[in-house]
């Protein structure tokens, strides 16, 4: 039986890396969505990597998780991608979060109805496989706090209200809508979330990002690849 790892990323910069890594190809493009594959021989006959360049935010990720998850066979599905950081003092540049907790913050409800939870209400993942890893070259936290939202993030009062409100460790703006996709195909068991800390979501984050991408984007390959 043939397996498919999907991985989603946001931006071209992002999947660069990956798609040279892995010598994936375009097979498909639909509006802003892209897909690359790679079909490789295993024991059990040919597994599959599929890689979704969705663009930036939340709507591009529910469409491109969506298309995965009604076109193919997901074994494992790995959102990986660049975020800020808004834990300064225990976070550095290029470290590698695999957050556990997301939390959408922009939308505003207030209501208390249960019927909106999917929405209102953290979705939680666990790694079970994460056990014995040794990386020396970047700090790799194996949890934490990823708040997602619509904006790009570079104003330091943003930040301290994300960390007083959420604790959060890193911003970013596609896990949740990403994981809400999983979540309705009963399919959060298959999920990674591999997050590189790229900038500080402050005043220099515009700058950062940029500078910081490729060896952030690197550095999360790594352990992209212990996930594969």
């Known amino acids: 039986m043939q397996v498919t790892k999907a991985i989603v990323t946001a931006m071209k910069e992002e999947a660069d890396i990956i798609i040279k890594k892995f010598n994936l190809k375009e097979t498909i493009k639909k509006g802003n969505l892209t897909i690359f594959e790679w079909e490789y021989e295993t024991t059990d006959g040919k597994d599959k990597i599929v890689l979704a360049l969705a663009g930036i935010g939340k709507i591009s990720a529910a469409m491109a998780t969506t298309y995965l998850f009604e076109n193919y066979d997901i074994f494992k599905l790995v959102n990986i991608g660049i975020a ?9 540049i290029w470290d590698v979060f695999l957050p556990n907790t997301f939390i959408q913050h922009d939308l505003y409800l207030p209501f208390e109805w249960d019927h909106l939870d999917y929405a209102k209400k953290p979705i939680f993942i666990e790694y079970a496989i994460w056990e014995n890893i040794d990386l020396t070259k970047f700090g790799l936290v194996m949890s934490g706090v990823c708040v997602t939202w619509d ?12 960390s007083a409100d959420y604790g959060a460790d890193v911003c970013e703006m596609e896990a949740f809508a990403i994981l ?3 979540r309705d195909y009963d399919a959060l068991d298959k999920c990674v979330v591999i997050k590189a800390v790229s ?29 594969l």
């Open 151 to 162: 904006q790009f993030i570079d104003d330091p009062e943003k930040v301290a209200k994300f």
């Open 180 to 182: 809400s996709v999983a």
């Open 84 to 92: 800020g950081s808004v834990n300064p003092l225990d976070t550095k």
């Open 199 to 227: 900038d500080g979501a402050d005043n220099e984050a515009k700058e950062a990002h940029m500078d910081n991408l490729d060896f952030a984007m690197n550095n999360s390959v790594l352990v992209l690849e212990l996930v």
